[in-house]
């Protein structure tokens, strides 16, 4: 167990396509910041199992506290993070379980939670499920609305805890979706009716997230028609394949309706408060 180094990222890029559905975040990541980003929240902190040339594990602890991995030796990733603060673990439900072993936090968690797992080849969507409605990026004009989408999104979805601290870290979210344009805005008759993102992106793959729609609009079709919009912008782009978690029935049949089929569990946890890992 060793800290990557450049000389590693072919190798870890080999060694996660093999896993690819399972480990978009970490993919992603490496992708957009490479192995020495210690300011933006996604930036990621990369430690490789196996000899230089033959990586056959690798783990990764986020700027923003999320331990994320697949491999055998958790406890050795453990080992190598001591003292660092981890507020969340995610990932393929058998990895999120060693993890958990490993690492030994025991802290009050919001969320924990295994989710359905669905993967889509963009040939395969159905558009017949689309219920109408443009679909269009936000802009500066919808920063107030989707700060309180993202807010009750967190609440509804994350566990979040309503409050200031939930307001702010929903306003930085709106401010990365406009700047960095992973996330689409529907609406119909030109008010808006609900929202969808890109958690993670690569040229070939995306990874769906912060699908929202607020009471007033549910039950309407609305959350599969965003997603299924911007699949479409994405297939246009030459993406192949979308993954996505699930939060709950309603949700899986939205996404079942355009063509997603399961193909496991992924596990979220959340914890009430940042903490450090036992030396």
């Not at 797992?117 to 395969?124: G, M, Q, S």
Request: aromatic share 6%.
């Amino acid at each position: 167990m060793r800290p990557a180094n450049p000389s590693d990222i072919a190798g870890i890029d080999a060694f996660l396509a093999q896993h690819a559905e399972k480990t978009m975040f970490l993919r992603a990541n490496l992708a957009r910041f490479g192995l020495d980003e210690r300011e933006h929240t996604h930036g990621t902190r990369y430690v490789v199992e196996g000899p230089p040339g033959a990586v056959t594990g690798v783990f990764g602890l986020s700027n923003g506290g999320f331990v994320m991995g697949q491999g055998q030796d958790w406890p050795g990733f453990a080992r190598s993070i001591s003292g660092t603060e981890v507020i969340g673990i995610n990932g393929a439900a058998d990895q999120v379980a060693a993890a958990r072993a490993a690492l030994n936090l025991p802290g009050r968690t919001v969320l924990d939670r295994d989710e359905p797992h669905y993967r889509l080849d963009l040939d395969a969507l159905v558009t017949d499920a689309f219920t109408g409605g443009r679909l269009r990026p936000p802009t500066l004009a919808d920063v107030p609305l989707l700060t309180r989408w993202n807010a009750a999104y967190t609440i509804d979805t994350l566990g979040a805890e309503d409050g200031p601290e939930n307001e702010a870290e929903a306003l930085a979210r709106t401010e990365r979706m406009i700047a960095e344009d992973h996330g689409r805005v529907l609406e119909i008759d030109g008010t808006p009716v609900a929202m969808t993102a890109f958690n993670a992106r690569l040229p070939d793959m995306v990874q769906i997230g912060g699908v929202y729609t607020p009471p007033e609009h549910r039950g309407r079709g609305h959350a599969r028609t965003a997603v299924g919009l911007h699949l479409i912008e994405a297939r246009a782009r030459g993406v192949k394949t979308s993954i996505l978690f699930a939060s709950g029935v309603p949700a899986c049949r939205a996404y079942e309706a355009l063509g997603f089929h399961r193909i496991g569990l992924y596990t979220l946890v959340i914890f009430a408060e940042a903490m450090a890992v036992a030396a």
